[in-house]
């Protein structure tokens, strides 16, 4: 690999660091952050949507639907685009929820593990327990921790992508060095050998 190329993947893992770190400070900035990312997805899977309407509408009996389904793509992502704020807002309801609809599959699920005979299956049903009654007290107590909650984990999942580039770039080099070792050895071989058949 270039030694460019590894500055490129060391600078772009300190930016990253950096923007996780901000979106940990930051988590109403990194919530309408998201509402935007999540606006541009609509647009891009509504253009894409406008696609496979033009391409198939002569065989497809329900391209109208698809139309229409592409177009309220685009205009619910241009909306959020331009207001991104009730999105933003809505997230860490939407987050809080989630927890709330997993802890109770994790909780129902582990009754399953106990007619299969699972002897912790306890343990499933206290984490399900828990994730309830934390999606509960976010949604109905306290939204801000799930605001913060999903800022902590957008920056921490950022910075481990920073971390990683770190880790690819220290990867790289290990395997250089290795592979310069094992071309040195070779060489050394093969100047043995040209020299004995000298002999």
């Known amino acids: 690999m270039k030694t460019s190329t590894k500055i490129l993947m060391c600078l772009a893992g300190i930016a990253l660091v950096v923007l996780g770190v901000l979106c940990i400070i930051y988590p109403g900035s990194t919530l309408v952050s998201l509402a935007w990312a999540f606006g541009l997805m609509l647009i891009i899977s509504g253009c894409s949507t406008f696609g496979a309407w033009a391409t198939l509408r002569a065989i497809n009996p329900f391209s109208g639907l698809t139309f229409l389904a592409a177009l309220l793509q685009v205009f619910l992502g241009v909306a959020i685009i331009i207001m991104p704020a009730p999105l933003a807002v809505a997230l860490p309801f939407i987050f809080a929820f989630w927890v709330f609809y997993e802890g109770l599959n994790l909780m129902l699920d582990s009754f399953n593990y106990k007619r299969l005979g699972f002897r912790r299956w306890w343990v499933l049903c ?74």
């Open 126 to 199: 206290l984490l399900g327990v828990l994730a309830m009654c934390g999606g509960c007290y976010c949604f109905f107590c306290d939204p801000s921790i799930s605001a913060t909650t999903i800022a902590w984990l957008v920056g921490l999942g950022i910075i481990a992508d920073g971390i990683g580039n770190w880790v690819k770039v220290a990867a790289v080099n290990r395997v250089e060095k290795k592979l310069n070792k094992l071309a040195d050895r070779f060489h050394q071989v093969i100047d043995i050998e040209d020299v004995e058949e000298v002999k």
